[in-house]
């Protein structure tokens, strides 16, 4: 279906024994087996997921590769996605930075801001009534498409609310954000969240499931590439050094057809790329205040004595590619108005970029590319509902330095990256710098890394766990705590 305000997103049929070679056959006998007890008990009902971006986000990414696996193990499950105006969307990425405790741009979330909220959702039903069956049930992912929650059940649906966001160290901000959305948040089935204590104390325990995100392995930003066409595709780009490359990069997509990452990147930098040989620590992140990719570039260029020859990559979206998130284009404009004023020293070894986004698998290629060719990964987010990019970079043996906030603290463990204070800004540089001097300890780290997310975060762990989630529901029962 497409309409004005809702779009249904065709996506593949996958086969979760393409897995086998990554995760082994018992784990994907374990998705089949939970797959059949779950196909008898849903009996023909559909399962809908609904949330506000097709790409640029970890709630589009997650949908974007489990649904393919869970359509291909005979479960009718189906993707739709909220279009709003940019009201719709301010509103509620206000509500999405006042959850993680930030006050983002210091708007309202008032009665003006509620009835602008209830009316684009009325529209959107008047738009989704028509799809729904009354057996389907409904998985609404994140703030933007909440204030469905009254007339999807009026209508007698049953729903899951999964949220993306959360913080550890709730405030004022986030009890407003909480508020605004909590009569939204009534007679659900069940609620997800990464982690447990992401949910609020007013919930009901029983109904509340932690199910944390997982990366897939095949798509193409995570499966393998040779280091010759990444180290290419950066010249292409313009972020390292290197002989010209005449024509656009080739890659495989899943299918197994030729592909060519022809679009260019939008690179602002000070002089020449980063020199093939020079240690490169990147953060690749939505432009979001709350990944602090000022602070990242704060850090590097005040510490330049202590981090050598390295250079560093501060790399994001086009901004034009992310609907539901209207202050990125702020974001990106006050970083550059920052790098600006930087010594020319500094500005030299500091490279701003913006991937293209028109095509999704071209982007995901490219970020796949620049994971493996860093030396170093940086996410030093100030508040993190998961952070997918810590468990990509990780998946390919690349060392993460990041913020011990949110999800990131249940990724990386001793021994398998840094977790250093996001507000400590020469602690992070000094970790950053360690790293880049010490191969064989980056080399241990990756090893130790790779093998956490083989076996806690790739899609059979979440898979299975949806699959009780969605048993228990079906059968009436109420959700058990995890």
Request: with cysteine.
């Given at each position: 279906m497409t309409s004005r305000w809702l779009h249904e997103m065709r996506t593949a049929i996958g086969s979760v024994r393409d897995l086998s070679g990554t995760i082994g056959s018992d784990r994907?006998?374990?998705?089949?087996?939970?797959?059949?007890?779950?196909?008898?008990?849903?009996?023909?009902?559909?399962?809908?997921?609904?949330?506000?971006?097709?790409?640029?986000?970890?709630?589009?990414?997650?949908?974007?590769?489990l649904v393919p696996y869970v359509r291909g193990l005979g479960i009718d499950c189906r993707w739709l996605v909220i279009d709003g105006d940019s009201e719709f969307f301010t509103i509620t990425k206000r509500i999405h930075n006042r959850i993680y405790g930030f006050p983002g741009d210091d708007g309202l979330l008032g009665d003006d801001e509620r009835l602008h909220y209830e009316r684009m959702h009325a529209a959107i039903f008047d738009d989704l009534r028509g799809y729904v069956r009354p057996d389907d049930i409904?998985?609404?992912?994140?703030?933007?498409?909440?204030?469905?929650?009254?007339?999807?059940?009026?209508?007698?649906?049953?729903?899951?609310?999964?949220?993306h966001v959360g913080t550890d160290q709730p405030n004022a901000y986030t009890k407003e954000a909480w508020e605004f959305i909590r009569p939204y948040l009534d007679d659900h089935d069940g609620y997800v969240f990464h982690r447990d204590c992401f949910a609020p104390s007013w919930l009901d325990p029983a109904k509340v499931a932690v199910i944390p995100p997982s990366i897939e392995p095949l798509s193409a930003k995570n499966r393998p590439i040779d280091a010759e066409s990444a180290a290419r595709l950066l010249v292409w780009y313009g972020l390292r050094q290197g002989d010209p490359v005449r024509e656009p990069v080739r890659f495989a997509s899943r299918d197994g057809k030729t592909r060519y990452a022809g679009r260019r990147a939008d690179v602002v930098q000070s002089g020449p790329p980063a020199p093939a040989d020079a240690p490169l620590?990147?953060?690749?992140?939505?432009?979001?205040?709350?990944?602090?990719?000022?602070?990242?570039?704060?850090?590097?260029?005040?510490?330049?004595?202590?981090?050598?020859?390295?250079?560093?990559?501060?790399?994001?979206?086009?901004?034009?590619?992310?609907?539901?998130?209207?202050?990125?284009?702020?974001v990106l404009l006050d970083c550059l108005s920052m790098w600006r004023r930087l010594p020319h020293q500094a500005r030299s070894r500091i490279h701003i970029a913006c991937l293209p986004m028109a095509d999704l698998e071209e982007n995901a290629f490219a970020?796949?590319?620049?994971?493996?060719?860093?030396?170093?990964?940086?996410?030093?987010?100030?508040s993190e509902g998961f952070g997918l990019t810590v468990a990509e970079a990780m998946w390919k043996s690349t060392p993460v330095v990041a913020g011990a906030v949110g999800g990131i603290q249940d990724q990386i463990v001793d021994g398998a990256g840094v977790l250093i204070d996001p507000e400590d800004l020469d602690g992070f540089a000094g970790a950053v710098a360690h790293l880049l001097s010490a191969p064989r300890q980056r080399a241990a780290i990756g090893r130790a890394a790779h093998e956490r997310v083989r076996t806690f975060f790739l899609p059979d762990r979440q898979l299975l766990q949806y699959a009780d989630l969605f048993l228990d529901i079906v059968a009436g029962d109420r959700l058990q705590p995890a």
């Open positions: 994907v006998r374990a998705m089949e087996l939970a797959a059949e007890r779950l196909r008898g008990a849903l009996d023909g009902r559909r399962i809908i997921n609904i949330n506000s971006s097709r790409s640029g986000g970890g709630a589009a990414e997650m949908l974007r590769d409904i998985m609404i992912h994140d703030p933007q498409p909440l204030g469905l929650t009254p007339a999807v059940h009026a209508a007698g649906l049953r729903t899951v609310w999964r949220c620590a990147v953060q690749i992140s939505r432009w979001d205040p709350m990944k602090d990719m000022a602070g990242v570039m704060t850090a590097f260029a005040d510490n330049l004595a202590d981090l050598g020859d390295a250079h560093l990559a501060l790399i994001g979206p086009a901004v034009s590619g992310t609907a539901d998130d209207p202050t990125g284009a702020v970020v796949n590319a620049i994971q493996r060719q860093a030396d170093v990964v940086a996410q030093k987010s100030l």
